[in-house]
């Protein structure tokens, strides 16, 4: 009954290649995010999308492209990996955009660039 | 911009003690302020959420209180555990802003 599912757990690949992580909730939530943390542990938002529709788009290369088939699925694909690529990528989602309440994560992917 | 920091970044603590995190954010406008666990390899868990109009909340040996004015959270937990250890982020919801910002975490043990 996994809420927030995410593809690959582990990821290792090397520099230059394109990838790609998956990420599906059965929560029926309008509102999905992926967030990256780095080596330092912080976590921070790279995009958001409502109802499939890109609301927040962070500072982040444009090697990294965000695709929502449908509100319950938010896919990340990263073109051209660099090393500094390398982090564990969060997906999450919640009901109410709009307040804060109800974000639910999954379990990261970690990716390792070589 | 909003930065949240929490000190201490490692605590260590034998099993019973009570046990203070700490969280501060630079910009008072939040719509919330919230606490999460997070376990190796694992997501994270939401604990305590605290709307800016309240000053605390409570869950079991948790309890987190807001001082917006100020700008800090602390996050209590009583007799602590060995099954508490873990990192513990501190995360604001910025009024219209649609996005978590978070402190770097507070990773606790919790000691036999």
């Known amino acids: 009954d996994t809420a927030v599912s995410q593809t690959p757990k582990y990821l290792v690949t090397q520099m230059g290649n394109d990838k790609s992580i998956k990420c599906e909730q059965n929560l029926g939530h309008d509102t999905m995010y992926w967030y990256k943390q780095d080596s330092k542990k912080f976590l921070k938002i790279m995009f958001s999308y409502n109802n499939k529709e890109l609301i927040i788009n962070e500072t982040v290369p444009n090697r990294f492209s965000p695709k929502s088939p449908d509100k319950a699925h938010l896919n990340l694909h990263i073109n051209s990996l660099e090393l500094g690529d390398s982090a564990v990528y969060f997906c999450a989602s919640s009901h109410l955009s709009g307040t804060g309440v109800g974000y639910t994560f999954g379990s990261g992917t970690r990716l390792t660039v070589v | 911009k909003q930065e949240v920091t929490q000190i201490p970044a490692a605590l260590s603590v034998p099993e019973g003690e009570n046990l203070v995190l700490n969280c501060s954010f630079t910009?008072?406008?939040?719509?919330?302020l919230q606490w999460f666990r997070q376990d190796p390899g694992k997501g994270l868990t939401s604990l305590l959420l605290?709307?800016?109009?309240?000053r605390e909340q409570t869950s079991g040996r948790l309890n987190a209180s807001l001082d917006k004015s100020s700008g800090r959270s602390t996050l209590y937990i009583a007799a602590s555990q060995p099954g508490d250890s873990a990192t513990y982020l501190c995360a604001v919801f910025p009024s219209n802003t649609g996005k978590l910002i978070f402190g770097q975490g507070t990773t606790l043990q919790v000691k036999p």
């Open positions: 910009d008072s406008a939040i719509y919330n």
């Open positions: 605290i709307q800016s109009s309240q």
